[in-house]
């Protein structure tokens, strides 16, 4: 199958701003189908960050970056956005887009309910 497709990782200061994208496989008419977004830094399991339900645009955040990151979805594009504001050297890590049908709300973020994972992208923060 299709893979998502990330980019827009790099190296930016503290306080600054990063726009990550997902260009994904287009399945956007499959049921509940979700864009998630997890990273994953060396040595910590990977955590979920953000997610977007494609037909309702439903999104979800972790607490820990509520406020700062903004998800949205392109429909034209076939293509999910992850705007980061404010970002904390915490930040740093490697960002997987991932897509999954079926997923109810209350799993969205639950990484194992995802089924197509890009390769990710890295982003660091300096302080």
């Known amino acids: 199958q299709v893979q998502p497709v990330e980019s827009g990782g790099g190296l930016v200061q503290a306080g600054g701003s990063l726009r990550l994208s997902c260009a994904t496989s287009g399945r956007t008419s499959s049921s509940h189908y979700t864009i998630g977004w997890f990273r994953q830094a060396p040595g910590k399991d990977r955590e979920f960050v953000a997610a977007?339900?494609?037909?309702?645009?439903?999104?979800a955040y972790a607490d820990s970056v509520r406020g700062r990151l903004t998800i949205s979805r392109d429909n034209a594009k076939n293509t999910v956005y992850l705007q980061m504001n404010s970002l904390e050297p915490e930040d740093s890590a490697v960002y997987y887009c991932a897509e999954g049908t079926g997923i109810i709300l209350s799993s969205i973020r639950d990484h194992a309910r995802y089924t197509n994972w890009g390769q990710g992208t890295q982003v660091t923060v300096s302080s």
């Open positions: 977007i339900r494609w037909s309702s645009r439903t999104t």
